[in-house]
């Protein structure tokens, strides 16, 4: 019975790490690569690599150039490339806006539904202009200032947010209500998301596939708790050894 229960504990133990570990979001898979492992999706490190790479003069393309450059995209060994997906927050959109996130147009949406919102608030930790609440955030933004401008942050590069509305974010929907003429967008300005840009102005792409690009590798954490693991079995093996030798 005391082996078993030391069997019990390793396998707990190895259990619970592996479970704690897994609670990590963003990771850097290098290659310019960085892997969600809640939303399940691979982002390009570089937010605006359409401009880095040569590609656009400034990065910003209207709608169907946006969508055209993702799937085209050949880069770290993957074609299956294509710009951010939104889906409904709820059973259905809502063109409401709010602060609370809990509408598809506004503030703080940190649904998994939206990858953009979800990258800005949940992976990047930024703030948007208003609180749930309503109330002004001066730290808001990408800059943490309330301020545009270009920026490196966390394991994301050369995030583009700047005072203008058209120098947001295309997502990859296009807006029911209008979807020859409009799509959602995310303006990392401010934090807010919506859906009525037209198709024909110039915003930013973003390119982001679904799936891993590796093996998932356990972190230095996992190994030891493993290795603690390991050696209460062996512990158990060997108080078995010389009970039968006794």
């Known amino acids: 019975m005391a082996e078993m ?14 479970s704690g570990a897994a609670q990590a979001a963003l ?3 290098g290659g310019g690569l960085l892997y969600d492992d809640v939303l399940n999706v691979t982002w390009l490190q570089d937010a605006n690599y359409a401009k880095t790479s040569g590609y656009d003069a400034d990065g910003k393309m209207t709608w169907a150039a946006a969508n055209t450059w993702a799937t085209n995209l050949s880069y770290g060994g993957y074609e299956d490339w294509r710009l951010a997906a939104n889906t409904p927050v709820g ?10 996130g809990n509408s598809d147009r506004g ?4 649904s998994p539904n939206s990858e953009l919102a979800y990258m800005y608030y949940v992976n990047l930790g930024l703030k948007g202009m208003y609180s749930a609440s309503g109330v002004y955030q001066p730290d808001f ?14 394991l994301v590069n050369n995030l583009q947010s700047h005072i203008y509305a058209v120098d947001s974010y295309w997502s990859g929907t296009a807006n029911a209500l209008n979807p020859n003429g409009e799509a959602w967008f995310f303006r ?17 792409a973003w390119a982001v596939r679904s799936g891993d690009v590796a093996a998932p590798i356990p972190e230095p954490e996992t190994y030891a708790m493993m290795l603690a693991g390991l050696g209460l079995l062996g512990v158990a093996a060997r108080r078995r050894k010389q009970k039968s030798d006794a």
Do not use: C, F, P
């Open 5 to 18: 229960k030391i069997v019990v504990l390793a396998l707990a133990t190895a259990g619970i790490l592996t």
């Open 27 to 29: 990771k850097d898979r």
């Open 91 to 100: 059973a259905n959109w809502n063109y409401n806006w709010a602060n609370n």
């Open 107 to 110: 503030y703080n949406i940190t």
């Open 141 to 154: 933004g990408v800059l943490g200032n309330g301020n545009g401008g270009q920026a490196n942050i966390g």
């Open 188 to 204: 990392t300005y401010t934090g807010a998301q919506s859906h009525n840009m037209g198709q024909g102005d110039e915003l930013y």
